[in-house]
């Protein structure tokens, strides 16, 4: 796994960050094909419901230049302690510097250090599984193509059912 190849560091959210998460992630995702220009409206829905379980920025010498958000779900069987990653945002002249890449990476080691039991996603199936990511049939999410929903075991066994993730995800 790659780190940042721009010196960074990387803190949990604290006050007064908000506006500064909600600009970074309206920038992040503006061109995204795949976006639907709710990501940052959805960390604020997060963060008012209490499900932001895990919020990192990452700072450069002069402000924060990306942010990751982990969320809790649900799954069918029963299965607790799993959280849903997403979104990660970089400004975008800084993305592919690696800065995405450590956020997500600080943020595994956090929940695995907080005693997750395991982490899911809905996104690119080329680029998580440098992470660890990968698709299982046996844990399924409803509203998207199967390939792009995947996860990481962080401990104990695979859970087996539905996963639905915080209600701020509509």
């Known amino acids: 796994m790659k780190s940042a190849q721009m010196p960074i560091t990387i803190r949990p959210e604290a006050a007064g960050d908000e506006k500064t998460i909600h600009a970074l992630t309206t920038a992040a995702f503006k061109d995204m094909p795949f976006a639907d220009g709710d990501e940052p409206d959805l960390i604020d829905r997060l963060r008012a419901a209490s499900d932001l379980t895990l919020s990192l920025v990452a700072e450069d ?3 924060i230049v990306g942010h990751i958000a982990f969320s809790p779900v649900t799954i069918s069987d029963g299965t607790r302690d799993w959280y849903g990653l997403g979104p990660v945002s970089v400004w ?5 510097k690696g800065v995405g890449s450590a956020l997500i990476e600080r943020g595994i080691a956090d929940l695995r250090a907080a005693g997750a039991k395991g982490i ?3 996104g690119s199936n080329i680029y998580y ?3 660890g990511f990968v698709h299982e049939p046996q844990l399924t999410y409803k509203g998207a193509p199967p390939e ?5 075991l962080l401990d104990g066994e695979l859970p087996s059912g539905e996963t639905r993730f915080a209600p701020a995800f509509g």
């Open 129 to 131: 599984p440098r992470f």
């Open 92 to 96: 975008p002249e800084l993305q592919k």
């Open 61 to 63: 010498v002069e402000r």
């Open 120 to 122: 899911v996603l809905l």
């Open 148 to 152: 792009y929903f995947q996860c990481m």
